[in-house]
């Protein structure tokens, strides 16, 4: 049961927050409605009820628990028998290099999944490079860019190719979140001295996020000491945020300019090329998943058009299609995607709307905003109308109606008759078609 619970909650936390929050707990029981989780801290029990006890207690009503009420405990580190058996031996076993120390990797986050593009080939390139290892050639390299755009996905593909060229070296992947916890542990369980040695014998040094230790000051501290014993050594240090290291508030200065003494590389925001081959590459992966599926053309274009904001969205939207479309059994088609993403698609409207199509339209044709709207019939002004018209129904989720208000008032058949003329002269006349394209994209950027 705890199990499937966990399960429930590695989806929905993410697997670095399971990892360290929610797999060091223990369902110890039920009992009138009220379960009873071990945690081997008061820290970890403290964090954990302050962060994730809805989720905690959903996802056990999820898997068919009758919970209502969460007890927490804190109960005593679990000791290997034996050792506890003899005193001496706990001693001399010091807990050094322990492979869990390293968040596990998501085995798809590798180089040959990465799909490469404008935005993101620096970052990849760098990546790679300190993959390749030889001499450490820019220490740290620093990746930043905002959510969604593939720090982590790179960061396990350095970590796992490492691995797999020379499974000797110690590589030692986590999140700054991790950090903090497992340094605030060993302030706790007075093992900083195992805590610091463990850091400053490994030979690669991955943090994630690390915008997260800003403001902490003490964790700050101890990772700027890990941090030069490591240079100093001559070991790689590979970190992401999700900003540039100057743009991090309340991060010391002199951490600042020690992260920035690297290589810093940014993920640019995909563009539209890169999001269809992105979506083509899950697509195939999801074909193998789903067998005798069938997409139809046109339904990955239109996505890569209208879902901008980050891949994570993206993937997730594609997944949805795939799912939704094995259980009911139909195809991929347009419908199909209207229906099943409509929430998606909505959100990602908010930030397009009508009004600055139609400013971007009447800046392209040079015609005034007013004209656009008003009841102008002369050519010159009625087509780059129905080109605003097309483009409002394209690109957003307004309804044929609603568009007609904005439009000064226009019925709904008017405005459908302008979109229907568009897609017709698109056919032959590729000087339309390219404006229309054209704008789309400036509208997108
Ligand atoms: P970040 O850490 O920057 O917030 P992630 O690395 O977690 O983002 O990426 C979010 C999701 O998008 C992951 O599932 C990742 O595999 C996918 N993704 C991001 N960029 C790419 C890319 N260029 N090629 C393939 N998948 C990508
Ligand atoms: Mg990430």
New binding site residues.
């Given amino acids: 049961l705890w199990d499937q619970a966990s399960t429930k909650l590695r989806d929905r936390v993410g697997s670095n927050n399971h990892t360290a929050w929610i797999a060091p707990l223990h369902l110890t029981g039920i009992e009138s409605g009220e379960a009873k989780i071990a945690t081997p801290t008061r820290f970890i029990s403290d964090w954990v009820q302050r962060h994730y006890a809805d989720a905690i207690r959903d996802a056990l009503v999820e898997v068919g628990a009758a919970v209502s009420r969460l007890n927490f405990s804190v109960a005593a580190p679990r000791r290997a028998a034996p050792a506890a058996a003899s005193r001496k031996r706990v001693e001399t076993a010091r807990p050094v290099a322990e492979p869990e120390m390293s968040a596990p990797l ?1 085995a ?2 590798t180089f040959d ?5 404008k935005p ?1 080939e620096l970052a ?1 390139a760098a990546a790679r490079r300190v993959a390749e290892g030889g001499p450490v050639t820019f220490n740290p390299l620093f990746l930043y ?12 593909a350095i970590a796992s190719d490492i691995r797999a060229r020379r499974p000797e070296a110690r590589v030692l992947y986590l999140s700054a979140e991790q950090f903090m916890y497992r340094f605030v542990q060993a302030l706790r369980e007075r093992t900083v001295m195992d805590f610091k040695e463990m850091f400053r014998t490994v030979e690669v040094l991955m943090v ?2 690390v915008q997260f230790i800003a403001g902490k000051e003490s964790t700050q501290e101890e990772f700027f000491h890990t941090f030069n014993a490591l240079v100093d050594q001559g070991k790689q240090i590979v970190i ?1 945020a ?1 900003r540039a290291p100057g743009e991090i508030k309340d991060l010391e200065d002199r951490i600042k300019s020690r992260l920035q003494c690297g290589l810093v590389v940014d ?1 640019h925001p ?1 563009d539209y090329e ?1 999001r269809l ?2 979506l083509q ?2 697509t195939d992966a999801f074909r193998a998943q789903y067998a005798g599926l069938c997409i139809e053309p046109g339904v990955l274009e239109f996505l890569a058009h209208r879902i901008t904001s ?3 969205v ?2 997730g939207a594609l997944q949805r299609l795939f799912a939704f479309a094995s259980l009911v059994g139909r195809k991929i088609d347009m419908d199909l995607t209207q229906d099943c993403l409509a929430d998606i698609l909505r959100a990602s409207d908010r930030k397009l709307s009508i009004e600055d199509i139609q400013r971007k339209v009447a800046e392209h044709y040079n015609i005034k905003l007013a004209d656009l709207v008003g009841q102008k019939r002369v050519r010159t002004i009625a087509r780059p109308r129905q080109v605003a018209m097309y483009l409002a129904k394209q690109m957003t989720t307004r309804s044929l109606p609603e568009i007609g208000r904005r439009f000064g008032g226009r019925d709904h058949t008017t405005i459908m008759h302008g979109v229907r003329k568009i897609e017709e002269l698109c056919a032959d006349d590729h000087g339309l078609a390219e404006d229309v394209q054209l704008l789309r994209r400036a509208l997108e950027a």
């Fill in positions: 998501d798809r986050f999944n990465f799909v490469v593009g993101n990849h860019g905002g959510v969604g755009l593939g720090k982590t996905h790179l960061m396990h994630d996020d992401s999700d993920l995909t890169l081959g992105i590459s899950k980050n891949v994570r993206l993937e």
